[in-house]
């Protein structure tokens, strides 16, 4: 039976919604293409180059972002730092009533956030609209807990936050940060991610700025803007989340200062399998862990299993890996009706189809290499449109064993493709654990879970679960990362508001150039 798109979701229809929402923020069409703003200044101004944004849901145009060059970038800077010095002398109660304001907006408008995030990024419709509402509950949080967060005297940095986040969680990472930043008396800038996203910061920036708030989004290219949003000297914080090519970059331009920072970059996070036999248990697991394709920072796709479990291991996994729901999210049948729920996927296309190109390129060196290809998943029999384009789609792959040599070994994959690494000892499980320098979480397969526990203590994660996973954490869990992994002070609950504000008792914790800190986990 021939699929289609669910009524009311083509992408023309979205962007309708959007524009009719927040007109401000949209401008003119280039060959037939609207074209964002971007916020500077105070006001949505028409600046930059135009480029064309395409979706990887089908690989065709939607957007216009316009691309800022650095004089520019730097009068918006300038600009931020002026609001946040008028931004951090307002009572706390009034940021609260704006924040408030802005949160309402927000939450009126969460399908059209959700499904603009549908349409940029891939995301199926449930997973959309839990980063959406991630953003807003957290937000909710933070502004029932900011008075007793700042009663110790603490007070707004000495300039705005910077923002710099990659693309896959828009809402639940960067404008649920943004926001709480404002909470604490920052004005905010952010960048907007050039692979995907920019419609929907761009309307979520618009209402913020509707109900008062001190926001910048600027988009360009890292060349242009990385000098004057993170070494500009009115920028008090950098905070950025991305690879470590790119935060490697960051945190180098940052050796030379004191500037607040917290660089969170992807690790390769592995899942240890030692003595344990739990398996149903562990497949519920390992099922939800394929959401959005693995692409996020806590993701796990290496698997280190005791070579007397692997039999046992793949039988509950490779059943698993082959009942993973992924194509387009919005292709339905003839019979679906207004009303019905949209298509339950784990995931839809990566990113774009440069990235899917480039996973697939990895696979094939591995195997190359001399991995042994467990499972290679085809796009035959997934449900997308009649003609339409797949070449951002990729389907689950399974390897054994990569060579040391291949990328696949040492660095994460950022799509659904899982390694599995075979140790006879605990030391072999502890060191191909920690192949990576550093990893934001771990999690151990085990039914002595006091034995887990003392192998914990020698994993070099950030956080790590015992029998079950570990996630970035909500509202009052904080999150870092160990080695690589992460830079400068680290965020969630208490400790998010620390790393945007100065005085206070006690030094922050992170990891500093001349001190690492942990807090329990």
Same mark, same amino acid.
């Given at each position: 039976m021939a699929l289609r798109l669910a009524d009311g979701t083509a992408w023309s229809e979205v962007l309708a919604r959007a524009v009719a929402a927040t007109p401000e923020a949209f401008g003119a069409e280039v060959d037939g293409v609207t074209t964002l703003h971007n916020l500077i200044e105070g006001e949505w101004r028409a600046d930059g180059q135009p480029a064309p944004v395409r979706t990887p849901v089908d690989n065709t145009v939607v957007i216009n972002l316009p691309r800022l060059d650095a004089d520019t970038a730097r009068a918006a800077v300038s600009h931020a730092a002026a609001a946040h010095r008028a931004w951090a002398r307002t009572p706390l109660a009034d940021r609260k009533a704006r924040v408030g304001e802005a949160l309402e907006s927000l939450t009126a408008h969460r399908d059209l956030l959700a499904m603009l995030l549908v349409w940029e990024i891939g995301k199926p419709w449930r997973l959309a609209c839990a980063d959406v509402d991630r953003a807003l509950d957290g937000v909710r949080w933070y502004a029932d807990e900011i008075d007793r967060m700042l009663a110790d005297g603490r007070e707004p940095l000495p300039g705005p936050v910077s923002?710099?986040?990659?693309?896959?969680?828009?809402?639940? #990472? %960067? =404008?649920?940060a943004e926001l709480v930043q404002l909470l604490a008396g920052n004005a905010v800038i952010a960048k907007t991610p050039s692979q995907g996203g920019a419609v929907c910061l761009t309307v979520a920036h618009a209402l913020m700025r509707r109900a008062g708030l001190p926001a910048t989004l600027v988009s360009g290219g890292?060349?242009?803007?990385?000098? #004057? %949003? =993170?070494?500009?000297p009115e920028i008090g914080a950098v905070a950025f989340v991305g690879g470590r090519s790119n935060g490697g970059k960051v945190a180098a331009a940052?050796?030379?200062s004191d500037k607040r920072h917290f660089i969170e970059q992807e690790g390769l996070n592995a899942w240890g399998i030692w003595n344990f036999s739990q398996w149903d248990v562990l497949a519920a697991h390992l099922r939800k862990g394929f959401e959005y394709g693995k692409q996020r920072c806590t993701a796990y796709p290496r698997f280190v299993v005791q070579r007397d479990l692997v039999d046992e291991f793949l039988d509950m996994y490779l059943p698993v890996v082959r009942s993973v729901r992924f194509g387009h999210p919005l292709a339905v049948g003839d019979d679906w009706a207004a009303g019905d729920p949209l298509p339950e996927l784990d995931f839809g296309p990566l990113i774009s189809a440069a990235k899917a190109d480039e996973l697939h390129r990895k696979v094939d060196e591995a195997v190359r290499g001399g991995a042994v290809p467990l499972h290679r998943g085809k796009l035959t029999g997934a449900p997308f449109l009649p003609g339409q384009d797949t070449s951002a789609y990729v389907a689950p792959s399974v390897l054994l064993a990569p060579p040391g040599r291949s990328r696949l070994m040492h660095a994460e994959p950022f799509g659904p493709v899982d390694t599995i690494v075979v140790v006879?000892?605990?030391?072999?499980?502890?060191?191909?654990?920690?192949?990576?320098?550093?990893?934001?979480?771990?999690?151990?397969?085990?039914?002595?879970?006091?034995?887990?526990?003392?192998l914990a203590v020698d994993l070099q994660a950030f956080k790590v679960g015992i029998n079950k996973p570990r996630s970035r954490g909500d509202r009052d869990e904080p999150f870092g990362g160990r080695g690589a992994s992460w830079k400068g002070a680290f965020v969630g609950g208490d400790l998010l508001v620390q790393a945007v504000t100065v005085g206070g008792s006690g030094r922050l914790y992170g990891n500093f150039p001349d001190y690492s800190s942990y807090p329990a986990t």
């Open positions: 923002n710099i986040a990659s693309w896959n969680y828009p809402m639940s #990472v %960067l =404008v649920h890292g060349e242009e803007l990385s000098e #004057v %949003l =993170v070494r500009a940052l050796l030379d006879d000892t605990t030391d072999e499980l502890l060191a191909a654990m920690n192949a990576s320098n550093g990893a934001l979480v771990a999690s151990l397969a085990c039914d002595d879970t006091e034995e887990a526990a003392k």
